[in-house]
């Protein structure tokens, strides 16, 4: 979808801004209501509220985007910040992978599960580091990169998952 409203020359916009375009659209699209939050200081960029009767329950969501990289097989590259990342229910990470049609919807507990298993980038004057959280495209499979020697994660069952937010 951002092919259809940026060129490749483009500088203005901020890759997150265009994440959190294409999911509250999606969500939308997908019979969801997503709320934006004024600032963004405790890493949640969207609000889904859902009411299920007498139960009403609100979903956080962490929106992440990447291009296609292709090096030399197709893959996505994000990352996940230490300092921000506090796994609970009811919060969840959206990693658009390029275009509305492939959004990974991952529950923040399953993903520190995951988080356990990839790379912890840490620069000597920084108290936090960022995880690199790398998935790659394998026919019909997204497989997310684990540390060396470990076998990569099958994560496709999380693809347009939007029953997930319900």
């Known amino acids: 979808m951002p092919k259809k409203f940026l060129n490749s020359n483009s500088t203005t916009g901020h890759k ?4 959190e375009t294409i999911a509250k ?6 019979g969801f209501n997503p709320y934006s939050r004024f600032l ?16 009403i329950t609100y979903n956080d969501i962490q929106v992440k985007y990447s291009k296609k990289y292709l090096d030399p097989k197709e893959n996505y590259w994000f990352a996940v910040n230490q300092r921000t990342f506090k796994p609970r ?12 049609d492939r ?12 988080l356990d298993k990839t790379k912890l980038e840490n620069k000597k ?11 790659d495209k394998k026919e019909d499979k997204y497989i ?6 470990e076998e990569g994660i099958d994560i496709t069952e999380y693809l347009n998952s939007f029953d997930r937010l319900k």
């Open 125 to 135: 004057d920084k108290e936090f580091g960022r995880w690199h959280f790398i998935v």
């Open 25 to 30: 659209l999606i969500l939308h699209k997908n």
């Open 40 to 55: 963004d200081k405790e890493a949640i960029d969207l609000i889904v509220r859902n009411d299920k009767g007498e139960d």
């Open 144 to 149: 997310l990169r684990t540390k060396k020697g």
């Open 16 to 19: 997150e801004i265009i994440g």
């Open 89 to 100: 229910y009811y919060f969840y990470f959206m990693f658009i992978c390029e275009d509305d």
């Open 103 to 114: 959004i990974l919807i991952i529950p923040s507990l399953s993903l520190k599960n995951m």
